[in-house]
């Protein structure tokens, strides 16, 4: 129905940077919103930030550890969610997994899908 492809994760030292970047695709109606989650060994999967998709929008929320270090950006042509992570921390060492809440082509409601998750590694 729906795939999030991720791709950018990797091993960075600390104080460097990476662009994690989702790319959905499939029978897609239309997109309200995207982001990204992260998971650390041991621990639950929590929120890192999300944009608002579509014309009108662009909207964006952020946990606090991440603001000011992290920016989320889209590109409505390319259909695609960017995740620019700078001045990188051991302890964003994590599995970064995209979603998106999408309303298919063949219903009326949106649901969140899931990506595979991209494994993001800080060295310090």
């Known amino acids: 129905q729906v795939q999030l492809v991720e791709s950018g994760g990797g091993l960075v030292q600390a104080g460097g940077s990476l662009r994690l970047s989702c790319a959905p695709s499939?029978?897609?109606?239309?997109?309200?919103?995207m982001g990204w989650y992260r998971q650390a060994p041991g621990k639950e999967r929590v929120f890192v930030a999300r944009?608002?998709?579509?014309?009108?929008?662009?909207?964006?929320n952020y946990a606090d550890s991440v603001k000011g270090r992290f920016t989320i950006s889209r590109d409505n042509d390319k259909n695609t969610v960017y995740l620019q992570a700078n001045s990188l921390k051991p302890e964003d060492t994590a599995v970064y997994y995209c979603?998106?809440?999408?309303?298919?082509?063949?219903?009326?409601?949106?649901?969140?899908?899931w990506g595979q998750g991209t494994q993001v590694t800080v060295s310090s």
């Open positions: 944009i608002a998709v579509g014309a009108v929008g662009g909207g964006t």
């Open positions: 499939g029978s897609i109606f239309r997109i309200n919103d």
């Open positions: 979603f998106a809440h999408v309303r298919l082509t063949t219903e009326a409601v949106y649901r969140n899908y």
